[in-house]
């Protein structure tokens, strides 16, 4: 008969075996390994006695809200694609959340996915595969926004306006005569009002290769909600233009195909283009704080800018032309 104790903890601090012991189910847990740390949060994968697998995040505790929509989240992604008829492979399932350890830990609970770290597989990818592994994560994206955020955008507005202002006082006189980041901060100045009218809901937040698990080259899972917030749900699709785009031009294409039905057009642009523009503005000014511009973010600036023609249109030049007028349903990476 088989001990329901677990047998090898490997972590640290000391005082984490109390904690798992205290999440729901942990009597059937036999091994917990240590994953890594990012920030406050410490991941392992943890085994039951049956041979199931999960991913359990600690933290130091936030808000109950905080907790309990992120866990809303991945429940409400998980069942609007198996809605969609599209969970013929696996998505993040939630198996529990809360706080423990005398409220002064969260937790949260996942079942594992097995699958590839997606930024070390993005850079193998092939064009067929990057579209539609783009699609895929272009549909989980879509299921975040449907969660409502506040009726009015007031607040989210307010705070963008706030950020656009600081940008002025962020930006040292030197990085501001460079080329590309006094364009960028033009556009930025003379774009502020296009957000007035958007609507609020969830963000994800957080959208990168690193937060994705390739699975089988057929699709790109979210896997870290933590960062969620509400705001403006093109706010989300900002890396696309400064990070995706970079690795893999078909996978940011099948991620904005999917996203925008195919109906890329410049209206819509303009404020993706908007928020990338401020987010690496912002970057760049925390490094100006010490002298010693970012030279990463004033690469992704200047490439933004050569994509965009110094700000000059907002449809990114690597973006397929075929795809612009939205007629025809022929894919470019799909052919083979």
């Known amino acids: 008969m088989l001990s329901n104790r677990m047998t090898r903890v490997d972590a640290d601090p000391d005082d984490v075996l109390p904690c798992l012991r205290q999440v729901g189910g942990s009597e059937q847990w036999r091994t917990a390994r240590l994953l890594g740390k990012t920030g406050s949060h410490v991941a392992y994968k943890v085994e039951t006695w049956s041979g199931e697998c999960f ?97 009015s955008p007031s607040a989210w507005v307010q705070e963008t306006t706030s950020r656009c202002r600081w940008l002025e006082k962020g930006l040292t006189r030197n990085v501001k005569r460079h080329q590309a980041v006094a364009a960028a901060l033009d556009f930025v100045n003379h774009n502020r009002s296009i957000i007035c009218s958007r609507p609020v809901c969830a963000l994800y937040n957080n959208l990168a290769f690193d937060q994705m698990i390739m699975y089988r080259d057929i699709a790109a899972i979210l896997i870290n909600f933590s960062q969620w917030r509400y705001g403006d749900p093109l706010y989300d699709l900002a890396p696309v233009l400064t990070d995706i785009s970079r690795i893999s031009i078909p996978f940011a294409t099948g991620l904005l195909d999917c996203y925008l039905s195919q109906q890329c057009n410049t209206r819509i642009m303009r404020i993706i283009v908007f928020y990338a523009a401020l987010r690496t503005l912002e970057q760049l000014s925390r490094s100006s704080e010490r002298q010693v511009p970012d030279q990463t973010a004033l690469r992704v600036i200047e490439r933004l800018a050569a994509d965009t023609d110094c700000f000059g249109q907002v449809i990114p030049c690597w973006y397929p032309p075929k795809r612009l007028s939205g007629h025809g349903s022929s894919h470019l990476w799909l052919s083979s």
Do not use: F
Request: glycine share 10%; proline share 2%; net charge positive.
């Open 55 to 151: 991913h359990l995040r600690l933290g130091q505790a936030t808000s109950t809200e905080h907790n309990q929509t992120e866990g809303l989240l991945i429940d409400r992604v998980y069942q609007i694609l198996d809605q969609q008829n599209l969970m013929i492979t696996p998505a993040l399932k939630l198996a529990s959340c809360g706080r423990i350890y005398q409220d002064q830990r969260s937790y949260l609970l996942t079942h594992w996915i097995d699958g590839l770290n997606g930024r070390l597989h993005a850079h193998r990818l092939g064009q067929s595969q990057g579209y539609r592994l783009g699609i895929s994560a272009g549909l989980a994206l879509a299921a975040v926004h449907s969660l409502a955020g506040p009726d």
